[in-house]
């Protein structure tokens, strides 16, 4: 399984950006497909993420109500929209795919937030 992100960039604070993760094999079972994101000087953390089957969803508390995750299935792409960005939201952020027995993470992809 590969994941393929982008959509990084610099921004303004107050700023959308979306993010795109392309997923070469959707898979079966139980799984997650998700973002984590590492600023700098910090360690990688948790973001939102869509557990499968039921596409049911989850949110860091830092980026709820501002933040979505949303699948294509046509495309096996998973998005990260993002609205009002912060600065605090700077960060490299990285997909991920995961269930038991398997770990796969693409590579990152860097967004900047300025005031």
């Known amino acids: 399984v590969q994941l393929q992100a982008s959509g990084g960039g610099p921004v303004q604070a107050g700023d959308c950006l979306r993010l795109?993760?392309?997923?070469?094999?959707?898979?079966?079972?139980?799984?997650?497909v998700g973002w984590f994101r590492q600023a700098p000087g910090k360690e990688r953390e948790f973001v939102a993420a869509?557990?499968?089957?039921?596409?049911?969803?989850y949110y860091t508390d830092s980026v709820k109500g501002r933040f979505t995750i949303s699948r294509e299935a046509t495309r096996n792409t998973v998005y990260l929209q993002m609205n009002n960005l912060k600065p605090e939201d700077t960060a490299v952020f990285y997909c991920r795919r995961w269930q038991r027995g398997t770990n796969y993470w693409g590579q990152g992809t860097l967004v900047t937030v300025s005031s």
């Open positions: 869509m557990m499968w089957p039921g596409g049911s969803t």
């Open positions: 795109s993760c392309a997923v070469s094999e959707w898979g079966s079972g139980r799984f997650a």
